[in-house]
């Protein structure tokens, strides 16, 4: 078998380690972080400054102005926690065993694949489902890919009749994950007299919960799956402390398991599993040894995006922005964390804060004419309409065109392509915030949630993302597919709705304080003059609905490109579920703290 990690390039494409050294980038940037909301911070002060005054302006006078409005914005997002920590940082122990845990790992894959075969050949149906699970939860599956997809191609013709719920559960939900698109008639017999489930156990109702969202249009035994499962499992959950289902059931009612990102859970998985003591202690020992390889790998990555985002200079220069470049990788980690896609990472990470950044600028900092003047230079991708914006803008422009060189020189001769589509990408974006600042300084509510959307959906930042995150990828991603998905197909067009709509539920009371653009929420209201509670709920029950749109097209058989592209889209719409769960958690960064310091800080201790 192939080597367990290398940090050595796989593919032609996979360059990674020497594309952006300081010595040879033309300018290692450092971009803003993000926030994909189309209703946006706006201090009353800022809205009086954009009538400007009739006089001509000298660049001293531009420059003037722009220090007092930096003041003033100073301190409106909470500072970076992280800084340049990981510039320099690696684990000691970590670097000095990293030899020995590779070669450790190498034998431990050759075991398990072993045993992957052995429980395909001589396992239970339900041995087989329940290791295959294990192995995706512990984010093992990327060194198992062909074992995995060989399991599965029998799985789906198993006979199911005769198990329980908690198994033909666990079987639906593996292969609509894996989009085999079986029927959800295999649940008819588990239906009682009283319109329920027959599902007695906790593991069954949790199973059933979970394998039920991944659900498409007009499946009501699954509708009716969630509704029953989800109330049982409510009415539960208070009586569970100290069990170890607790968890599951409380973080499943949050967010279902088939919209959850399994690199930010993946840790505790490993955990669970040694208490639990239902797996291998081989396949453990693989799990810890996989997290620590990851972990210095994606150190590598965030050494080279912090030198990059160093240079842009937040703190100093645009003190209004964001500081997120941590924030934005962990992000980036949910879309792919396997080694290969590290080119990939990289540039979706940087395309991830750069839009972030200008963001910001749309929202916390230009007036009107200084936001068209901006939008101007982007469509030409020239910086010298520029002269008469104010320095700092400058500034940001500058180092976004360098930055946009930067990705350039990453990619090879013949993917040189890609940039066209990114760009096209990034002129329809910064449109788009232009379009909502005239919208906000017109206080121009849209009649109608579909209204608002022909905008939102594009400042929500969703098509820029689809389109970048395959800018960095190998040659599975082909031109056709750039055509594709440039069109914002349907999958891009229901990930989009998604976070659209997630970002106006977690965040329409704490943006009614300040001055902001009209939510999807607000939009409801006005055309059907209800609540606001009634309002969050049509709103909840339209982004239901798009879940369900996503879920379609992850499982329609005419989108024939590669799942390994396809699930890019999809994960984008799980990081959306956790960036925004409760609340926008990637501005207020403090609620990532733990998460990125167990994935990307603390290794496992392991003894070999």
């Known amino acids: 078998m192939a080597t367990f990690f290398s940090f050595k390039p796989q593919h032609r494409s996979s360059r990674i380690y020497h594309i952006i050294p300081a010595s040879e980038s033309k300018s290692l940037r450092r971009s803003g972080s993000i926030s994909w909301s189309w209703k946006k911070h706006r201090r009353l002060q800022q809205r009086c400054q954009r009538q400007q005054d009739s006089n001509p302006r000298t660049e001293q006078d531009l420059d003037d102005e722009g220090d007092s409005r930096l003041s003033q914005n100073t301190g409106i997002f909470h500072p970076s926690i992280w800084g340049d920590f990981f510039l320099g940082y690696s684990s000691p122990e970590a670097s000095s065993q990293q030899k020995t845990w590779m070669e450790r790992a190498d034998e431990l894959k050759e075991e398990v694949a072993l045993m992957i075969a052995a429980t395909s050949t001589m396992g239970s149906l339900h041995e087989r489902l329940h290791f295959i699970d294990a192995l995706e939860s512990l984010c093992l599956d990327h060194l198992f890919e062909e074992e995995i997809n060989a399991a599965l191609s029998q799985i789906e ?15 639906f939900y593996l292969l609509r994950k894996h989009r085999y698109r079986v029927s959800p008639d295999v649940f008819v017999r588990f239906k009682d007299t009283e319109g329920g489930f ?3 156990k906790l593991i069954d109702l949790l199973r059933l919960y979970n394998a039920a969202h991944f659900r498409t249009h007009g499946e009501i035994i699954l509708d009716e ?6 109330s049982r499992l409510e009415i539960i959950l208070p009586y569970l ?23 930010y859970e993946s840790k505790h998985y490993i955990c669970t599993y040694e208490k639990d003591g239902t797996l291998h202690e081989k396949v453990l020992q693989l799990a810890k040894l996989s997290s620590n390889i990851l972990q210095l790998h994606h150190q590598q990555e965030l050494n080279i995006l912090t030198r990059w985002w160093e240079d842009i200079k937040i703190g100093s220069k645009l003190p209004f922005a964001r500081d997120r470049i941590v924030e934005c990788f962990l992000w980036i980690l949910g879309v792919y964390y396997e080694p290969c896609h590290s080119r990939a990472r990289i540039i979706l990470t940087m395309i991830i804060a750069i839009v972030t950044l200008l ?9 009107p004419e200084e936001c068209e003047l901006l939008t101007n230079c982007i469509e030409s991708w020239d910086p010298k309409g520029a002269q008469d914006l104010p320095g700092c803008m400058k500034f940001a422009l500058g180092k976004i065109l360098d930055s946009y060189e930067t990705i350039t020189n990453m990619l090879h001769q013949e993917e040189m392509y890609r940039m066209m589509y990114l760009r096209y990408s990034t002129e329809d974006l ?12 017109e206080g121009y509510i849209p009649k109608s949630v579909e209204e608002h959307l022909k905008v939102s959906l594009r400042t929500g930042g969703c098509p820029i993302l689809s389109c970048a995150s395959f800018v960095g990828m190998h040659d599975i991603a082909t031109k056709d597919f750039f055509d594709w998905i440039s069109s914002v197909p349907k999958m891009v067009h229901a990930l989009s709705v998604i976070l659209r709509l ?18 999807t929420i607000d939009s ?13 709920e049509k709103i909840h029950n339209l982004k239901e609905e798009s879940w369900n749109d996503l879920n379609s097209e992850w499982l329609n058989p005419r989108n024939v490109y590669p799942k390994q592209l396809l699930e890019r889209i999809f994960n984008l719409a799980r990081t959306m579920e956790f960036m925004y769960n409760q609340e926008d958690n990637f501005t207020n960064c403090h609620n990532l703290k733990d998460t990125i310091h167990s994935l990307l800080v603390e290794p496992f201790a392991i003894h070999i």
């Open 502 to 519: 997630v970002d106006d539920l977690r965040s329409y009371e704490r943006e009614q304080v300040i001055p902001h653009v009209a939510s």
């Open 241 to 263: 402390q100290g069990s170890s289902l607790a968890y599951e059931v409380k973080s499943a009612l949050e967010i279902p398991l088939p919209r959850r990102v399994r690199i």
């Open 430 to 441: 910064v449109r788009g915030f232009n379009t909502e600042v005239k919208m906000l300084q």
């Open 157 to 171: 013709t198993a006979d199911v009749s005769d198990c329980d719920i908690g198994t033909v559960s666990l079987w």
């Open 225 to 230: 799956a969630i509704t029953f499962t989800r």
């Open 524 to 536: 409801y209201m006005k055309k059907h003059n209800v609540s606001v509670e009634v309002a969050r």
């Open 198 to 200: 027959l599902a007695n």
């Open 359 to 367: 963001d910001d600028i749309f929202d916390s900092y230009g007036t």
